[in-house]
Nanobody
């Protein structure tokens, strides 16, 4: 099994910045990709940003230019730097990883979620 532990999040004013981090541990053979998703009240979970083992990134249009995802492969940790935050960024943010636990078997794993609230 693979465990994801998130940190960061909290309350920030509009226009402010916040950083999230997520560390993966457990029976990890290799990690294909890591990323962040979010779920606002009454809405479906949506992709925020992903980064693969080669460093290629993908962002939701709504966060492009404001959020930056990065990754420490050696530490199996992914980061999300969020700048110019807007009230509509308010959501629970979930870390995700697609990881192999041996040379053949892979699965998607999720963190417990961390709340981000953007409000004055």
């Amino acid at each position: 099994q693979v465990q994801l532990v998130e940190s960061g999040g909290g309350l920030v004013q509009p226009g402010g910045s916040l950083g999230l981090s997520c560390a993966a541990s457990g029976s990890i053979f290799s990690i294909v990709a890591m990323g962040w998703y979010r779920q606002a009240p009454g809405k479906q979970r949506e992709l925020v940003a992903t980064i693969n083992s080669g460093g290629s990134t993908n962002y939701a249009d709504s966060v492009k230019g404001r959020f930056t995802i990065s990754r420490d492969n050696a530490m199996n940790t992914v980061y999300l730097q969020m700048n110019s935050l807007k009230p509509e960024d308010t959501a629970i943010y979930y870390c995700n990883t697609r990881a192999y636990t041996d040379y053949r078997n892979w699965d998607d794993y999720w963190g417990q979620g961390t709340r981000v609230t953007v409000s004055s």
